[in-house]
């Protein structure tokens, strides 16, 4: 529980910062990166407001430690390649509050990167773990399913 | 970091309170970054694409990670504070039945400490207090007993954040932290007198509706009850008295004699229990300070639904305290929020941070973790609904209703007696009640406070009525269609108030088209394929119908209109967005007067309107008559300056307010333009009528002129110096306000209290010099019609109706329920986003789904106020929940020239309540009058 200098890999970045190694990603994100698209929702990976890529798989930034991504590649919201996915956000209109959206980008962003062209089953299995409180689920789902279509159609 | 640069000049100049000006501060935006976050050039182009939004105003934001919320700023984000960032953690009790006899912070290490600790006494010694509307005990004192779960006993000031998050993960949990001396029974909260309690009472002339009643609320008058200790004691009936509070008793006494003995009535008799819920916006409240002693300035940033609350209260606060003595100035930056639901409107919070801020020696962050958030966060009220529903044997027709109906609002009094009032002025749902006696009282307890959220009482009020609905038809064997249309309101009816509803009632139309649907239809057929095919479910269909009021019955939008001389059409308004889309859709719906949607839109824009320099002086809903009519002749004078941001809200108010602004930007500024560049051009002076002039691809047109584009009508506007600017406010008490202004020649009525212009830089000094300090000319209303005090009493008359219909499949072994599919039908009145409308549909359907079947929080001390609840108790639905892929609707299209849009943020979550609790019963035979329903209850009851 000391902090020590390390070196996080963000977006491509490197970014040398001072903190305790057990510090979850998340927090270090926000408050010592300055990077604040990867949202705090409940501290403890339930809802997937902090979702982010480590190594191109999802996971939960609030439980995830900086010793944990140690040499890896850490992806956020503000780097994940999507540009076809966000589209697709924006024509579906998915986006009320938008808090949550980060994470259900990033949880979609890493099944599409994976499975092109998901079932309805797999795209169900994808999301179960990010929460809308606003409940834009539909359109997520539906959002997902128009860019499989393209991938399909490519 | 300081990457933008923001100076003094760029705050907006404020009203000022007991010395001290409050300013607000313009909220950080990202948008560069996000066009740059990797999102195709051709969606970063335009939004408003081929006449209609293409995606949300700020979607591009949203789904790049660059929309600021309010949790995301940091010191070093904000020009003219220091970078560095303190932080604050509140310390709340998790029991409220012991002495309370301060803390122990011996059990965290020397080097972790905070560097203050805010009690009780440094409250008292610097004469800080709450703002009176929150309640007194704002910290509680050493040796008292706190006022209910989570009572704020202290603040820990911490300049490290490694030190903050090492001594909150060490603290917060811990059993010996908060040091309680002797076990106090009962609690306190049941010593204290009800928050507020109502009746509505109602007798239909022997004359029928259309006659003058017999007795109600709304032609007699509203009375209350003597509080003793918590009982009611409402006043003695009196057939001849002249008091509408003895007249009513007796009216009401003679309804509830006759319903426990009319042998011809069939009379349901049931109670309904509904549960305390989390309103879980997915961004816990956050606040950030800095008191700039230098400049005398304290600067915050607040997440909050109703940031006008703010500004007036928190300088209130500020003026009294010798401590506070100093600060001339308030900032407040009241940025975008991630999710309110009601829980950030009007909520205790931000004060918290006000005083962290005052004892902090550097900018400082106080930000719930989502544990705080259950303990501490406005909550959803539980109602306890004893209701007589009396039924003609024959005829159906309901003959009379009676309902008590007993809310909890915890531990601070907040909105409980509006929300009280609410929802029982909501419990006849469609119904026509001839005769009827609602009492509605909310009490004091020991659970977090309850406050405004996602359905202000009426949510649980109405699918109680629909839960009887359904189970009157199965009792009396008739189809529940049936039953609802020998019932449903048409027009000409009254509410149980006695006011009658505006705009045109469709409710049999959407019986009608509901009940042609498949789902109800196939519904016998399909159950039997479905039960042979999954031997371990069973199916049910479900429906509820209800009709839920918005407004407040005070509304008070702002708006402003105006053009740049570059041609760009920007629009302010009012309200706080919080998802619902308000900025979409006002940037859209002025494009119907100005030929093209909004450039910018700047919303929360709440001391802005000062320009129109309106005062109030009284508490609208309870005014004379006489006051009103008198200060109606004061130019200046409004029942009401501003009123709070709530789902609900937007789409009719804030529009109302918007589209007249625009209305007076197109007469007074582009038409004058575009009036005075054909006359240039050797146009005759009498063919061009601004009747004839019309909107075509962005350009305005006149038949024999050529088509003038908007971006010169702008710049021709300011050339001339005339109007460029508009800016409206108007008044709601179930009718609009109206006045005569004169803006430019002619005297015109608009449905309006206040209009201000400002003018284009060609303006002359003699126009410059009628503009007051905010750059603005108020136009003298010359005469004033405010819609009558007694309207107060009809507590409501905008309504939206909504009927779901949802197919379920209950696992006899688990007891889960399973939504399969489901379809609304909803009055939506005039859309102007329908993406926007849809996400609404979406959104409450699953709200809804949680409060039927998910959510629940205890209503005692295991409950969210003991400080242990996150989402891995408490359930949240999931896309898995609601039947995600089969949710289908249907918005029934307006009526040409009759209908206005209307507020359904909210009713779109309360019919598949009683859709589901009926669909259950379908399924199992079983029926259910506590909400939620999980699958122990199901289990239990098909045992």
Known sequence: MTISTQTLLVNGKNFTINADPNMPVLWALRDIIGLSGTKFGCGSGLCGACTIHVDGAPMRGCLTSLKQVVGKQVTTIEGVEAAQLRAKWAEYNVPQCGYCQAGQIMSAAALLATTPTPTDGQIDEAMAGNICRCGTYPRIKAAIKAAATENAEA | ?943
């Open chain 2, 1 to 943: 970091m300081k990457d933008w640069a923001l100076s003094r000049r760029d705050f907006i100049k404020k009203c000022v309170i007991g010395g001290v000006t409050v300013y607000s501060a313009p909220m950080l935006f990202k948008p560069e970054e996000a066009i740059a976050a990797g999102v195709k050039e051709s969606l970063a182009q335009s939004w408003f694409q081929d006449g209609k939004p293409a995606f949300r105003f700020d979607a591009i934001e949203k789904i790049t990670g660059q929309k600021i919320y309010g949790r995301d700023y940091r010191a070093v984000d904000i020009p003219s504070w220091p970078d560095t960032q303190h932080h604050a953690f509140i310390v709340r009790s998790h029991i409220a039945n012991k002495v309370y006899l301060g803390l122990d912070l011996d059990i965290i290490p020397a080097d972790i400490q905070p560097y203050k600790i805010i009690t009780a006494e440094d409250l008292k010694n610097n004469e800080l207090t709450l703002p009176p509307f929150y309640g007194d005990n704002m910290l509680l004192e050493v040796g008292k007993v706190p006022d209910y779960l989570g009572h704020e006993l202290a603040i820990l000031l911490f300049d490290k954040f490694d030190d903050f998050i090492k001594a909150k993960l060490l603290l917060q949990f811990h059993e010996q932290f908060v040091k309680y001396g002797d076990e106090v029974v009962p609690y306190t909260a049941l010593s204290r007198p009800p928050y507020a309690a109502w009746r509505i009472i109602r007798q239909e002339s022997a004359q029928g509706v259309a006659a003058e009643d017999q007795y109600s609320t709304f032609s007699n008058g509203q009375f209350f009850p003597k509080y003793v200790g918590q009982k009611l004691e409402w006043p003695k009936a009196n057939n001849d008295s002249k008091d509408a509070g003895e007249k009513g008793m007796f009216i009401a006494n003679a309804l509830r004699q006759e319903i426990d003995s009319n042998k011809s009535w069939f009379v349901l008799d049931k109670h309904y229990q509904t549960q305390s819920i989390e309103p879980m916006m997915l961004e816990p409240e956050a606040f950030n300070g800095f008191y700039d002693k230098k400049s005398q300035t304290l600067h915050v940033v607040i997440t909050t639904q109703s940031p006008q609350d703010f500004f007036q209260q928190a300088g209130k606060v500020l003026a009294q305290s010798p401590l506070t003595k100093g600060i001339t100035n308030l900032v407040v930056h009241s940025p975008y929020i991630g999710g309110g639901f009601g829980a950030k409107d009007h909520t205790i919070f931000p004060y918290y941070g006000v005083i962290a801020s005052l004892f902090a020696t550097a900018p400082v962050r106080l930000a719930n973790n989502r544990f705080e958030q259950f303990q501490s966060g406005l909550k959803r009220h539980p109602f306890s609904i004893s209701n007589k529903l009396a039924f003609d044997k024959k005829t159906l027709k309901i003959q009379g209703f009676v309902s008590d109906i007993k809310v909890d609002g915890g531990g601070r009094e907040n909105f409980s007696p509006s929300v009280t009032s609410v929802g029982a002025s909501a419990s006849q749902g469609i119904y026509y009640m001839p005769r009827n006696d609602i009492q509605a009282w909310c009490l004091p307890s020991h659970l977090p406070t309850a406050g405004s959220m996602r359905g202000y009482g009426s949510l649980q009020t109405m699918a109680a009525m629909e839960m009887m609905m359904n189970e009157a038809a199965d009792t009396l064997a008739v189809d529940p269609f049936t039953l609802r249309r020998a019932n449903a309101m048409v027009d000409g009816d009254k509410n149980t108030q006695g006011a009658t509803p505006l705009g045109k009632i469709r409710y049999v139309e959407m019986l009608d088209l509901a009940e042609k649907h498949p789902i109800w239809q196939q519904r016998d057929a399909n159950k039997a394929k479905f039960d042979k095919a999954n031997p371990d479910k069973s199916f049910g269909v479900g429906f509820g119908f209800v009709s839920k009021d918005y407004g407040t019955g005070a509304n008070a939008p702002s708006a402003y209109a105006g053009v740049t001389p570059e041609g760009k059409l920007v629009v302010k308004i009012f309200s706080v967005e919080m998802g619902t889309g308000t900025d979409t859709s006002q940037a859209t719906l002025v494009s119907d007067y100005v030929g093209k949607a909004a450039d910018t839109v700047e919303i929360a824009q709440i001391k802005l309107f000062d320009a129109m320099e309106l005062f109030e002086d009284d508490n609208p809903y309870i005014m004379s008559q006489e006051h009103q009519d008198k200060m109606a002749n004061d130019p200046r004078w409004t029942p009401a300056v501003v009123s709070a941001s709530s789902a609900s809200q937007s789409a009719f108010f804030q529009s109302h307010a918007t589209k007249h602004a625009a209305k007076i930007l197109f007469e007074e500024t582009l038409f004058p333009a575009a009036k005075a560049i054909w006359l240039e051009a050797g146009g005759k002076a009498e063919k061009i009528l601004i009747d004839n002039a019309q909107w075509q691809n962005g350009q305005l047109t006149l038949e024999g002129f050529a088509p003038i584009e908007f971006s010169l009508l702008c710049k021709k506007a300011h050339a001339l110096g005339i109007v460029t600017g508009v800016m409206t406010h108007a008044f709601n008490r179930w009718e609009w306000a109206d006045g005569d202004f004169k803006v430019s020649n002619q005297l015109k009525n608009y449905p309006l209290d206040a209009i201000a212009v400002e003018y284009g830089i060609g303006a002359s000094k003699a126009i410059k010099a009628t503009l007051n300090k905010q750059g603005f000319k108020v136009i003298p209303r010359q005469s004033m019609r405010y819609p009558k005090v007694q309207l107060n009493s009809a507590m409501v008359r905008y309504y939206t109706p909504c009927l779901t219909m949802v197919e379920v499949a209950v696992h006899k072994v688990s007891g889960v329920v399973e939504i399969l599919r489901s379809h609304t039908w909803i009055e939506p009145g005039k859309v102007h986003v329908k993406q926007l409308v849809e996400g609404q549909i979406e959104g409450g359907l699953t709200m809804g789904v949680g409060h039927v079947l998910h959510e629940y929080l205890p209503a005692d001390e295991t409950g969210a106020g003991n400080g242990e609840w996150n989402i891995d108790r408490y359930k949240v639905p999931f896309a898995k929940d609601n039947g995600v892929w089969n949710i289908d609707y249907t918005m029934l299209p307006p009526i040409e020239g009759i209908d206005e849009s209307k507020g359904l943020a909210e009713v779109v979550m309360i019919p598949i309540v009683p859709a589901v609790v009926e669909a259950i019963y379908q399924a199992t035979n079983k029926r259910f009058y506590h909400l939620p329903i999980t699958p122990n209850d199901i289990l239990e009851a098909i045992k």
